[in-house]
């Protein structure tokens, strides 16, 4: 035979053979076999110095083979019971693995000439596995399992150029894990297509959800489109990153788009993207966790609620929520800081705080806020006051507010009106201080305006 693939039957208890006439030729048709069997193909012999090269073992309890009308030329093969398909690429190199597929029944399908393989399916419950020649703490053996799998070969070198697995389809390498009801396996650029049936990608740190998910296995990298949901088991999963009290309890993060990086932990969402745990929140147009670095971004409409604070009125304390709004927020776990840029807008009970930029100051271990230190267009309001400057630092511990400017103004409304460069602000002492920046002999301009009570 003139084919760039050579054809092997071996190992069958019985062996039929049918010819097929053509004028005065008896040309091969059928050949088929009953006890186990084995049918080997060679790897391209006009590929034989290429890495990619691969040769194929078909092994099954009987093997019916077709050849097309030439006689020479295989169209198709079927192999029932206990079926495998098992390729060997011929140079063992890093980047190269042994494929193995296994099924009740494969039926393959063949080029018009060379005896060139151009698909392989196997049904009714199936496995392919993957096992890298060098694996690595970062690349194992990669299994996909369904009830339909269908392996589509590369013409010029006869490996595995692609597998698509249909029916309760499930994929995984070492710690990563995937299930869909539809997962495409790509060689060429080493990726898993995840369509239909809730697909979901998952490890040891978190679970994530979404309408299509593609998933790379040479970078660890999961692009996920629609509805994207993600279950970090526990906040110490985030490693610090995410800005919630709970250490133990789950944090949610959604979005319409993300891309997460499994090894380094950076996943970045969009769309509408929010992250909580119980009442705790914050969301905006684009959500980044940096889990190594443990920190996070938020950019664009962002709204949260992450901390609480201590509000004295009378004889009572109460613990308020504080609101906050800007077009950019950062957290820094190792500094314990909020930082917001842009429109701030800060509400924290019955006071709020506008301003360019504030830097929030949490507690160690609590989330609870220590101090605030805001810039830019400065507005504090109180109720009964109002002040306004360039600089505040607002602290919790004893609600005061020192407000720097030129001039910073106090407006209350039993007390008048006060202008100065440093005013400090008593809520639970109801008054202001004026003072300045560069001492008590400063001649730094004061000026107050007293309302007078009638008797």
């Excluded at 190199?93 to 393959?108: E, I, S, Y």
């Excluded at 380094?264 to 905006?284: F, L, T």
């Excluded at 810039?375 to 002040?387: A, C, E, K, M, S």
């Excluded at 007390?415 to 002492?429: A, C, H, I, S, V």
Aim: overall charge neutral; hydrophobic content about 30%.
């Amino acid at each position: 035979m003139n084919a760039d693939s050579d054809v092997q039957l071996t190992g069958a208890n019985v062996l039929t053979i049918d010819f097929q006439a053509q004028g005065d030729q008896s040309l091969l048709k059928e050949m088929r076999t009953d006890g186990r069997s084995v049918a080997n193909l060679s790897a391209p012999k006009s590929r034989a110095n290429d890495p990619r090269a691969a040769s194929k073992r078909l092994t099954a309890d009987a093997i019916k083979m077709d050849w097309r009308v030439n006689g020479k030329d295989l169209e198709r093969a079927e192999a029932v019971g206990n079926a495998e398909l098992y390729v060997e690429p011929v140079q063992k190199t890093a980047k190269n693995d042994r494929k193995t597929l296994t099924g009740p029944r494969f039926d393959c399908d063949f080029f018009e000439s060379g005896n060139i393989a151009r698909n392989c399916t196997a049904t009714g419950g199936a496995k392919a596995v993957f096992d890298p020649f060098q694996p690595t703490d970062k690349r194992g053996i990669q299994t996909i399992t369904a009830q339909k799998l269908a392996a589509v070969f590369v013409r010029e070198t006869q490996d595995v150029d692609r597998v698509d697995a249909t029916g309760e389809a499930k994929f995984n390498e070492l710690d990563r894990n995937g299930t869909a009801n539809a997962i495409s396996y790509t060689a060429g650029d080493e990726t898993v297509r995840l369509r239909g049936g809730d697909p979901t990608v998952w490890d040891s740190r978190a679970r994530t959800k979404a309408v299509e998910i593609d998933s790379n296995n040479a970078t660890h990298v999961s692009v996920c489109r629609g509805k994207v949901q993600t279950t970090y088991y526990s906040q110490e999963q985030t490693n610090g990153a995410a800005p919630f009290r709970k250490v133990k309890s789950p944090v949610y993060i959604s979005g319409d788009r993300a891309e997460i990086d499994h090894d380094s932990g950076r996943a970045v969402y969009s769309g509408s993207a929010r992250m909580w745990q119980d009442d705790n929140y914050v969301r905006g147009d684009s959500l980044t966790l940096y889990r190594e670095e443990k920190r996070m971004e938020t950019w664009g409409h962002v709204q949260s609620a992450l901390y609480q604070a201590k509000q004295k009125t009378g004889n009572s304390t109460t613990v308020v929520p504080v609101f906050a709004t800007a077009e950019f927020m950062r957290y820094s776990d190792p500094e314990r800081l909020l930082h917001y840029e842009n429109n701030v807008d800060i509400k924290q009970g019955t006071d709020r705080m506008t301003s360019g930029v504030a830097d929030v100051y949490l507690q160690k271990d609590v989330n609870e806020v220590e101090r605030t230190i805001s810039q830019r267009t400065v507005t504090i309001v109180q109720p009964g006051r109002r002040g306004t400057g360039d600089w505040c630092r607002y602290t919790t511990a004893d609600e005061v507010a020192v407000l720097t400017g030129n001039p910073a103004h106090v407006e209350d409304a039993e007390q008048g009106t006060t202008d100065g460069n440093r005013l400090t602000m008593y809520r639970r002492e109801n008054r202001v201080v004026v003072d300045d920046t560069r001492g008590s002999q400063s001649p730094g301009r004061v000026h107050s305006t007293h309302k007078i009570t009638k008797p």
